[in-house]
């Protein structure tokens, strides 16, 4: 066994210990707005419920290590003291990961993940439709828990009004943990599904991914292709060109004879197909053959 003082490791080297010692930990997917109404959504891990009455969500969205700013989430709520806190379930985890690209303030992360905004009935920040579960919360103090690089900043949230898809609740109108089917973080690129146990979903990358918005339209309105599959889509930072496209299809009969079929659906689960084997690229050189 190895024992470390905290003080005698880098931040970066502390902060893998505990996350991966500590989880799996819930998802707090928050959607915040800005002082002039431009949304954000952002997930944070560092989140629990800690009270039923008054009911109260915490989170803690960190200072960054490398630079030690603070991220969108964290300024908005200081503006305006509102947030949405939306449970992530397995359907839209790879949108989910795709949204903590650390797009420029100015990007609406709703449209680059591919998910949709919905308006709130009390707190101005939108609630992600697709989320089984959102909580529209009055955030009632912010505690700073230290000024340097990952220090965290504990947002309490109040709930003020509960929204549950009717399809996650049993015959007793009770949430049924089988089939909200939630997510948990755990260390590093691991996740936790509770339904079935440990999956991987790569980290975004560190440049921008082009987002679902920029996938063309016969693509990102498949009718096979899931969310999870658009996410992983807009997580490249750059789309195949027809080169790169005719030198794979070349190289493949069963996409010529795919193509030579003329129907885009045995095309569309090919792709899927490469997908779940995580080989992202050759998805896009199958969705773009022609």
């Not at 080297?13 to 959607?31: D, N, T």
């Not at 949304?39 to 969500?57: E, T």
């Not at 991987?200 to 991914?209: A, D, I, N, R, Y």
Request: with cysteine; hydrophobic share 40%.
């Amino acid at each position: 066994m190895i024992s470390v003082l905290p003080e005698a490791v880098s931040t970066a080297q502390l902060h893998g210990y505990l996350l991966g010692a500590v989880g799996p930990r819930p998802i707090a997917f928050a959607s915040t707005v800005d002082e002039k109404g431009n949304p954000n959504l952002s997930p944070f891990s560092f989140f629990n419920v800690f009270s039923a009455n008054p009911p109260i969500l915490i989170f803690s969205p960190a200072r960054r290590v490398r630079d030690n700013t603070t991220k969108h989430t964290l300024q908005n709520v200081l503006l305006t003291m509102e947030v949405v806190i939306n449970i992530v379930n397995y359907d839209m985890v790879q949108q989910m990961s795709l949204s903590s690209t650390e797009y420029g303030k100015d990007v609406n992360e709703f449209e680059k993940s591919g998910l949709t905004m919905l308006p709130s009935d009390i707190v101005k920040p939108f609630r992600v439709a697709e989320s089984p579960v959102q909580f529209e919360c009055k955030v009632t103090k912010v505690e700073a828990l230290g000024r340097e690089g990952g220090a965290g900043n504990l947002i309490f949230a109040e709930v003020v009004k509960v929204h549950v898809d009717s399809n996650v609740l049993d015959e007793k109108g009770v949430i049924d943990q089988r089939k909200i089917d939630q997510v948990a973080r755990m260390g590093g690129n691991w996740y936790s599904r509770a339904n079935l146990g440990l999956f991987e979903v790569p980290k975004p990358l560190s440049t921008l991914g082009l987002g679902i918005d920029r996938i063309p339209e016969r693509i990102r309105f498949s009718k096979v292709l899931s969310g999870n599959d658009l996410g992983m889509l807009g997580n490249v930072e750059e789309i195949p060109g027809p080169k790169a496209v005719e030198d794979f299809v070349s190289t493949h009969v069963e996409i010529r004879s795919l193509i030579s079929g003329g129907e885009r659906k045995p095309l569309e689960l090919k792709a899927q197909e490469f997908l779940q084997k995580n080989d992202v690229l050759s998805a896009w050189k199958v969705l773009l053959a022609e």
